[in-house]
């Protein structure tokens, strides 16, 4: 079953079996990540351009890896070290590329639709990494593949999303992916950082954390954005941390084997304590390895890799 799109740009248009192939392809090159020699020629001659207005570590980082694993070429723009600097478009910038022959970009853009106006512009494949308030699906494709392997499945377990929803895009790929895949996703904060209209959203709603989390599965915790509460959309961080940060008191509210989740970077003595983030029930660092085996799975199958991969 092929991917019935030219580009990943939200989980929301994404097909629950296409979902499936993604998953089922990272699995797969899981075992490539774990061979002694992390190298396959799958992608040999393609050439992928990560193309980063806003700062990343993970994504960009996970997609060089997944790209340089199977071969491809690979090039890393930021405004810093570019003509972005000195005010290139957007447009005129991805044709440039394009015209050195680029056959994937991956954009992260301050602007939410920044990848679909760039995907409209070039026959090239291109990713979304993260686009302003909208989505970011390969970290929710991450983070699915980080629950399906803790916990066997996806379909009717409870997820909770908690903290600062409203400019999270990791929060909006999550609800799409998961509430695809048969989950039920609660949104979980203060109700200044909920979502306008989120009753026209596939999710349940809490304002109470105790409530938000009790009998869940899986918490998935929000990195607040101290630059938020310069806009007064909470009090204080004391007052954020007392009420939804998440410390091994909270979790007793959740079942015993509760999967803790972080996208980071982590604000640890805020959304969450250290012992939570370093405790058995987190896999922050397992998301990060699988955010590997996600990327290398969309290089794959939007560059159309012929080679099949665990015989490469
Ligand atoms: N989770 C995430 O997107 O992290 P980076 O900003 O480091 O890429």
Avoid at 167 to 195: C, E, I, N, Q
Wanted: with cysteine; hydrophobic share 45%.
């Amino acid at each position: 079953m092929p991917l019935h799109r030219k580009d990943l740009l939200g989980l929301q248009e994404v097909e629950p079996d296409e979902i499936r192939l993604i998953l089922d392809t990272a699995l797969s090159m899981k075992e490539v990540l774990a061979r002694p020699i992390r190298k396959v020629p799958t992608l040999r001659g393609k050439s992928i351009v990560t193309l980063f207005y806003e700062p990343s570590t993970r994504t960009r980082t996970s997609f060089e890896l997944a790209a340089k694993i199977m071969s491809a070429d690979i090039s890393s723009i930021s405004p810093g070290g570019s003509s972005i600097v000195k005010g290139e478009s957007v447009k005129d910038t991805v044709a440039t590329l394009q015209a050195m022959g680029a056959d994937m970009f991956v954009v992260r853009h301050q602007a939410s639709g920044a990848p679909h106006f760039i995907a409209s512009q070039v026959p090239a494949a291109v990713i979304n990494a993260g686009d302003g308030m909208h989505e970011h699906p390969s970290q929710g494709l991450l983070d699915m593949l980080t629950i399906l392997e803790r916990k066997g499945r996806l379909d009717g377990l409870k997820v909770a999303i908690v903290g600062d929803i409203t400019h999270s895009r990791v929060a909006r790929s999550d609800m799409w992916g998961l509430t695809k895949m048969g989950a039920t996703v609660r949104f979980v904060g203060p109700s200044t950082l909920l979502p306008a209209e989120v009753e026209k959203l596939p999710v349940e709603v809490y304002t109470d954390l105790e409530e938000g989390i009790a009998d869940c599965d899986v918490i998935n915790v929000l990195r607040i954005q101290l630059e938020r509460q310069e806009r007064g959309l909470f009090p204080s961080i004391r007052e954020y941390s007392s009420l939804f940060g998440i410390s091994r008191e909270r979790l007793r509210a959740a079942k015993p084997d509760v999967v803790v989740m972080h996208p980071g970077p982590m604000n640890r003595g805020i959304e969450i304590t250290a012992e939570v983030a370093d405790s058995e029930n987190a896999v922050v660092t397992t998301q990060v390895t699988n955010g590997v085996a996600v990327r290398m799975a969309l290089c794959y199958l939007f560059l159309g890799g012929a080679a099949n991969v665990a015989a490469a």
